[in-house]
């Protein structure tokens, strides 16, 4: 179950996100007010699918998914969210209620800022509403040029652009414990699951990664990148 914790003040947050530098004291100190942080652990659902938009949700530490479900045993995972990241920032001002869910996919911490607050300070700061819409264009890019960037690829290209991604981008390291299943890397990259299995396992045979259980260790970077590149 999500745990409710003390958050600290905004002005002094060690995570606090460039999104609010240009926030004075007082605007810090109204979106403080108007927030909640709670613990998710690791498979749980941080918003369904079809809930009402009430907050802006930041995420401090973990990973989560975004993803929708596409019938009743499959699903399409939209994109992932890294520490630092607003989470669903383009949905908020566009719909009233969230067209994909958002589970945590590692142990996460994360803050709920009220949709109000935060509207009022975007009417009342144009530097800070400047600021929302440059995250805001720069979500809306990097969601295209991945989703762009898969589709161009052949079947081991995308697994390789994954690994990569994953350990240059979220853990800025070679060996790491890969936190989303093979089903889910199939339906992150839009494949059939026994595909990535297969793939996975022909890297491993091939000397380009290891792998123990949940633990990936890319053992040849370059090999991965000319396969990612090649597509």
């Known amino acids: 179950m999500s745990e409710l914790i003390k958050a600290p003040d905004c002005q002094f947050c060690s995570f606090k996100s460039l999104l609010f ?5 007082d605007g810090l100190q109204k979106l403080n007010r108007c927030k909640d942080q709670f613990r998710f652990k690791k ?9 009402e938009i009430k907050s802006i949700i930041y995420l401090h530490k973990g990973l989560m998914k975004l993803h929708k479900r596409v019938n009743e045993t499959q699903s399409q995972i939209i994109s992932i969210a890294k520490p630092f990241d607003f989470v669903g920032l383009l949905s908020v001002f566009s719909n009233s209620n969230f067209l994909y869910s958002i589970s ?17 300070e975007i009417a009342r700061n144009g530097n800070f509403a400047q600021d929302i819409i ?3 264009s720069k979500t ?7 989703k762009f960037s898969l589709s161009n690829k052949n079947l081991r ?3 390789a652009y994954t690994l ?3 350990a240059e981008n979220i853990y800025q390291k070679n060996e790491f414990e890969l936190p989303i299943s093979r089903r889910e890397i199939a339906e992150l990259i839009d494949m059939r699951t026994e595909n990535v299995i297969r793939i996975m396992s022909e890297f491993r045979k ?3 990664i290891k792998i123990n259980g949940h633990i990936i260790e890319i053992i040849n970077p370059d090999m991965l990148r000319k396969i990612s590149d090649a597509g």
């Open 21 to 25: 530098s240009s926030l004075e004291n």
């Open 43 to 51: 498979g749980e659902v941080i918003v369904q699918e079809g809930d």
């Open 104 to 120: 945590a996919i590692e142990d996460s911490s994360v803050c709920f800022i009220s949709k109000e607050c935060m509207q009022d």
């Open 134 to 136: 440059n995250r805001m």
């Open 140 to 146: 809306t890019d990097d969601v295209l040029q991945n």
């Open 157 to 159: 290209g995308r697994i």
């Open 164 to 166: 990569l991604d994953f």
């Open 206 to 208: 091939d000397g380009i």
